[in-house]
């Protein structure tokens, strides 16, 4: 098509497939990336320009831009791919720190990550978008969903308004802003080496195709949303993720699942997370340690607050390469539970009725 392409973070993963994707194409495609050797041996494995630049920071995407606007002259694409959950790659802060100091760098780390990375490289190459030019911000389903500490999904989920916002100021001029959020995608580098067999089973088990997402299926919307064809596709947030956000209904049998609930399971066992704010010991009764498994993990993330009755919790247990004993549950809701709730076959917990699809 012989567009001028930017993909920011399209050394690896999802990013790299749209680049590769768009080379095919007969793009000329700039990719984006902090790591030198990453990017180079990407962009000289799919036939890519590089550029090595942070773009969190103001001063790097500036200069980022500048290098394609003297280099291209304008964009016609734009894919705000370069991101992640911070947590996972964030250190354990000293045992001292607060929860509150915690919580507040990794909501700092995240929204850096995810929002601070959109934001100044499209208000850096805004001006030198040519008309009709597509943007695309790369969101997730744990904007939908949750991601269990708050702050990885809470960063995407910023990014729908922001690119709502600039549909709205671009659209005059035929260019389209939208979000393509997908789920858990695999052949990346997303989630280091915090992945298990178990988690990856259970996401799969999520997904109402019964597989893991692949960078291809994310290209392909994305190539799909970046085509004329799309033209008058702007202000949406488009799901990739096999189904998984309604997920399977365990009230129908398909229950209970065997970790730690969906929405909360894929992104939290960074190291850091493993000692963060959220591990702290039980309340209620009846509520002990339970088994579960990792690869590496030494001590499993506290699970989040369930709408089970306090009574018959006691510990479960499910398989593992390294049998590890987790941290105590957080006091559940169970008890507020009032008229009308019911019980789901299979699941033995108690669920109130607006919550028949949680997966507990
Ligand atoms: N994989 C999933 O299951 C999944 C699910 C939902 C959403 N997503 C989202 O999809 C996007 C792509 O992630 P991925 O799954 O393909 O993981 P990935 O392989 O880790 O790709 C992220 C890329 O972004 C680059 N990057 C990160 N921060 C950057 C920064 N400040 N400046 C420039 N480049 C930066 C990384 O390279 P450097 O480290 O070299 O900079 C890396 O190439 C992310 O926004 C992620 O949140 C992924």
Redesign the pocket.
Known sequence: MSRVVVV?????????AVAASCVKDGDAVVI????PE??ASTAAEIDAHAIV?????VA?AERAATEVAKRFGHVDVLVN?????ALLALTDPAPATSPVARASAAWLANL???VL?AVHLTEALRDVLADNARVVL?????AFRGSGSGS?GGS?AALHPYAIDLAAALGPRGITVNVV??????D????GATMTDQRHDLLVGQALNKRA?H?DD?AATIRWLTSPDAGHVTAQIIQVNGGALPGVDEAAGQGPWPGPRGGGS?FVTGPWWRVGVRDRPLVAAGQGPTTTTARTATTAPARRPTHRAAAGQGPTTTTARTATTAPARRPTLGAAAGPGSTTAPGCGRLELPECRRSRC
Request: no cysteine.
């Open positions: 920011s973070g399209g050394g690896t993963g999802i990013g790299r984006i990336g902090r790591r990453v990017l630049a942070d773009v969190g920071e790097e791919n370069a991101g992640g959950n850096r990550s995810n990375t790369l969101s997730s389903i744990a990885y995407k959020a997908p789920g858990y995608t695999t990346t580098e997303f989630f997402g960078t994310v894929g």
